[in-house]
């Protein structure tokens, strides 16, 4: 569990050097995947569509142990509506609580979905960069119906914590961005002054 702990860290600071990214997400989500046994780790974002303002999430980035299917090859979770699926999940994501349990236990339609991926636990940590709810990160377990024990919520709920970090610091760089483009063109000369 120590190995676990420490590579939480490295994704941490994986994460606020470089940024999330492709790379770096699925890198920080194998970091601490391995340690645990876990079979899969995803990382989904959160979205409102144009229609009604109907809630989506999206699978954004994936870490698959080697002979297990990735989750990238479920084209239904890169739209996935999570309120449809699973509403009381949705509800506790929202609430920043975790998600803790079997396929078996899952929601009807949740667990058909689970089922057609092989997956026999699941473990969903909220996401929270800011006071709202953006997205969440899912241990899966494809071997067993694994009951999730104290210190590997605590990893996850660390590891969420991480990339809430990198999306808020990702969003201030665009934010300081943004101001310094706006300073620039009002501080620039208009042509003919002098």
């Not at 297990?68 to 994501?93: E, K, Q």
């Not at 104290?150 to 808020?168: M, Q």
């Not at 501080?187 to 002054?193: K, N, Q, S």
């Amino acid at each position: 569990m120590v190995e676990a702990f420490t590579k939480v860290s490295e994704a941490s600071r994986l994460l606020l050097d470089k940024g999330l990214c492709p790379a770096t997400g699925s890198d920080a989500l194998g970091m601490v995947a391995r340690p645990l046994k876990v079979d899969r780790a995803c990382l989904f974002e959160n979205r409102t569509t144009n229609l009604a303002g109907r809630f989506l999430t999206d699978l954004r980035y994936a870490w698959a142990e080697p002979g297990v299917v990735s989750p990238l090859a479920h084209p239904v979770l890169r739209s996935l509506p999570m309120r449809d699926y699973a509403m009381a999940w949705a509800d506790m994501l929202e609430a920043q609580m975790v998600v803790s349990c079997t396929t078996k236990e899952a929601p009807p339609m949740m667990r058909e979905l689970l089922e057609r991926q092989g997956v026999q636990s699941v473990l969903l940590c909220p996401i929270v960069p800011a006071k709202q709810w953006w997205g969440f990160v899912a241990f899966e377990d494809c071997r067993q119906a694994r009951l999730w024990r104290p210190e590997e919520i605590s990893l996850l709920k660390s590891l969420a914590r991480a990339i809430g970090a990198s999306v808020r610091h990702a969003n201030m760089r665009s934010s300081l961005s943004q101001v310094r483009t706006n300073l620039t063109s009002v501080l620039r000369p208009v042509a003919g002054d002098t």
